[in-house]
């Protein structure tokens, strides 16, 4: 069992950054693949970015690629979304989830660990 808490989200000017976090509980989170959603209102969830168990595998949806990066350090069973250039479209309930897996996805429907999200506001 894994539980997963973000953090970081708040309002920022368009041009800036955030950090958001994922925080885990449980002691095998670091063989998890982890990746972030994110869902704007009236709008369906859709993928934002996942990385592998060890660091090494990453990918980004093209709406966010170059401008924010994926990582994770597992002695603090956590991963992070550094999120720069920070656009008013990017505003949204950011979620982070994970499993178990072999590969990453980019669909929801296989992860079945979630956190309860945080709120990303971008003003222009």
């Known amino acids: 069992q894994v539980q997963l808490v973000e953090s970081g989200g708040g309002l920022v000017q368009a041009g800036g950054s955030l950090r958001l976090s994922c925080a885990a509980s449980g002691r095998t989170f670091s063989s998890y693949y982890t990746v972030w959603f994110r869902q704007a209102p009236g709008k369906e969830r859709e993928f934002v970015a996942y990385i592998s168990w060890n660091g090494c595998r990453t990918y980004y949806s093209d709406s966010v690629k170059g401008r924010f990066t994926i990582s994770r350090d597992n002695a603090k069973k956590t991963v992070y979304l550094q999120m720069n250039s920070l656009k008013p479209e990017d505003t949204a309930v950011y979620y982070c989830?994970?499993?178990?897996?072999?590969?990453?996805?980019?669909?929801?429907?296989?992860?079945?660990?979630w956190g309860q999200g945080t709120q990303v506001t971008v003003s222009s």
């Open positions: 989830a994970a499993d178990l897996r072999r590969s990453g996805s980019y669909y929801e429907d296989v992860y079945n660990y």
